[in-house]
Nanobody, 123 residues
Framework: QVQLVESGGGLVQAGGSLRLSCAVSGSIVSINTMGWYRQASGWQRELVAVITSGGNVNYADSLKGRFTINRDNAKNTLYLQMDSLNPEDTAVYYC?????????????????WGQGTQVTVSS
């Protein structure tokens, strides 16, 4: 079974920074695209940024320049550096990964989500 465990959330003042981490563990053959999503109270979950196994990245337009996604493939870990935070960034941040596993002699790719980590930005 594959698990995604996020860490690094918390309370920060406007203008501050946080770095989120997402560690992937379990019976992994490979990890394909990984990403961060967020969901503010009363809103739908939205894309923050995604990164492919080759390092290609895509950001939500409104977050370009403030957020940076990267991954350490050797550690199966995804990161999100968030700078110049403002109260509108307050949300639960979720890690997502497409993971290839071997089951019964065949390879399958599954989609996994972390449990979420709360980020609160005070004004």
């Amino acid at each position: 079974q594959v698990q995604l465990v996020e860490s690094g959330g918390g309370l920060v003042q406007a203008g501050g920074s946080l770095r989120l981490s997402c560690a992937v563990s379990g019976s992994i053959v490979s990890i394909n695209t990984m990403g961060w999503y967020r969901q503010a109270s009363g809103w739908q979950r939205e894309l923050v940024a995604v990164i492919t196994s080759g390092g290609n990245v895509n950001y939500a337009d409104s977050l370009k320049g403030r957020f940076t996604i990267n991954r350490d493939n050797a550690k199966n870990t995804l990161y999100l550096q968030m700078d110049s935070l403002n109260p509108e960034d307050t949300a639960v941040y979720y890690c997502h990964a497409e993971v290839t596993e071997q089951r019964l002699g065949a390879l399958y790719t599954f989609s996994y989500w972390g449990q979420g980590t709360q980020v609160t930005v005070s004004s």
